[in-house]
């Protein structure tokens, strides 16, 4: 069986064609990772003819942290960590709100999901996408497709090494292409990467 994983699902419907991507593929499972819960009622009608299931967690790459504050910009959610950069459209957006949510790295949520496999793995973590994709080890779960946003934000969190966005893409196509994977645009600032 067939099953996909988008990371920050928001509402399942605000420019997401995660659910279409799924169709086209024959996905019939999705792991559906969104840190709101007031998106849940969304979520559930607009995958209420698919197979799915709703986590409310946050991935983080860190394997230390369990709970992570996610400041609010009026209806627009931001992960904890892109706040502390300069150069993050939020960063200077005067004092936000924050919830704290759970978290957990993508490797954990695998395990306790038994996924070792999945066709698709859809990316949109405001931000996060690389430090994501650089969490995984590709040599112990096989993922057919990666699709994530390009941010053009610099890495400059005090707990990095100070990288441009582009030096950061960068590394993360080395370790798509050590791993087999080709590249692709696929929308606008999305980037696709398969086997």
Request: charged share 30%; with cysteine.
């Amino acid at each position: 069986m067939k099953k996909a994983m988008q990371i920050g699902t928001n509402d399942a419907q605000t420019n997401d064609i995660f659910k279409s991507v799924c169709m086209d593929r024959g996905v019939k499972h999705a792991y559906l990772i969104e840190p709101l819960e007031k998106h849940n009622p969304q979520i559930e009608k607009v995958y209420s003819d698919m197979s799915h299931e709703i986590h409310n967690i946050a991935i983080t790459p860190n394997p230390y942290i369990q709970k992570a504050d996610l400041y609010m910009l009026g209806d627009i959610t931001r992960h904890f960590s892109l706040v502390k950069r300069k150069t993050h459209p939020c960063r200077d957006s005067g004092p936000m709100d924050k919830i704290s949510v759970p978290c957990k790295t993508f490797a954990k949520f695998c395990e306790e999901n038994n996924i070792e496999k999945l066709d698709t793995l859809y990316i949109d973590a405001e931000g996060l996408d690389y430090e994501i994709i650089m969490s995984i080890d590709l040599a112990h779960i096989s993922i057919d497709n990666i699709i994530f946003e390009e941010w053009d934000h610099d890495d400059d969190d005090e707990n990095y090494n100070y990288r441009t966005g582009s030096e950061l893409l960068e590394v993360v196509y080395k370790k798509l292409r050590e791993n087999g994977y080709s590249t692709c645009r696929y929308q606008e600032r999305d980037i696709k990467a398969w086997k």
